[in-house]
Structures are given as C-alpha cells and as structure tokens.
C-alpha cells in the first residue's frame, strides 16, 4: 500500500476511536436519565461490549499504521532503540503522543476490563442496587480519556506540522 493509504487509515482509526469515546461520553448519560434500570442496563451492557471491541481494534489498526508510517518516514525499529527516533523537535512531539497514548490504553484496561464489567453486572443484578460509586468512577474514566485523546490528536497534528508545538 501505498504511504498515503497508511495516514488515510490511520487517521480514519483515530476518529471512530475518538467518535465511539464521545458518544459514550455525550450519549450514556441521556439513556440513563430516559431509560428504567433494567432496560438501561441491558442497552449499556451491549453499546459497552461492542464500542469495547471496536475500540481495541481501533487501538491496534493504530499501532500497527503508526509504525508503519514512521517506517515511510525513514525511521526503524532500531530507531526506536538507539534514542534516535526521540531527538529533535519531531521525537519530543512523538514521545509525548506515545506516552499518552500508553496512558490511555491503561486508562481502557481499567474501564473496559473490571469497572465496566463490574458496574454493569452490579446495574443487570437485582440484589445490589448501590451502582452509583461505580457509575461515577466509570463516567469520570471516560471523560478522562477522551481529553487525553483530545490532546493526542493536538500532538499528531503538531507532528505534521513539522514536530513544533
């Protein structure tokens, strides 16, 4: 494929990965002031389990066309070793993005792995209606996240505009 191919795809990856966090984070919260408890829960339980998978593979479409892309621009893994990726204006910007980035995956680990689960089984079981706590953690992970995105995308933009914020 060809190196305009990669960024199409890349950045196609980064706006369903950000779109299905702010729908999460706009849209939610509207069914759970309009919906009953059972018929909330079992709608949460099914936009979280398929946004889940298709955030995790928005997440490795983007690692794998972000290396990719790195390699049109002239760089290798050894690159990545010897800290010559890392220099320069360009190599801040990156690390900056890819720190958050990896801040961000384990922010979806958390969420999607054991607070999500835990809150929706808690909101689908009869016999604990205490949810609230959870519910809070979860939605404020969200938020959380999509302004991390939000700042990820500001770093990927900087990185076309030459690496200089």
């Known amino acids: 494929m060809t190196r305009l191919v990669w960024i199409w795809l890349h950045i196609t990856l980064a706006g369903i990965w950000l779109g299905s966090q702010v729908f999460l984070a706009l849209i939610i919260p509207i069914?759970?002031?309009r919906l009953d408890?059972?018929?909330?829960a079992d709608i949460l339980h099914a936009i979280g389990v398929r946004l889940r998978w298709l955030g995790w593979i928005s997440i490795a479409g983007?690692?794998?066309t972000g290396v990719l892309n790195l390699g049109h621009l002239g760089y290798t893994?050894?690159?990545a070793f010897n800290g010559h990726l890392w220099t320069g204006a360009f190599g801040r910007v990156l690390m900056h993005k890819l720190g958050l980035v990896v801040l961000i995956i384990a922010l979806m680990a958390v969420h999607d792995l054991w607070l999500g689960p835990k809150f929706t089984r808690r909101l689908q079981s009869a016999d604990d209606p205490d949810t609230e706590p959870l519910r809070k953690w979860a939605a404020w992970l969200g938020r959380?996240?999509?302004?991390l995105t939000l700042l990820v995308f500001y770093f990927a933009v900087t990185l076309v505009r030459g690496g200089h914020p």
């Open 37 to 40: 408890g059972p018929v909330y």
């Open 144 to 147: 959380i996240t999509v302004i």
């Open 62 to 64: 983007l690692v794998i």
């Open 77 to 79: 893994w050894a690159d």
């Open 31 to 33: 069914l759970r002031r």
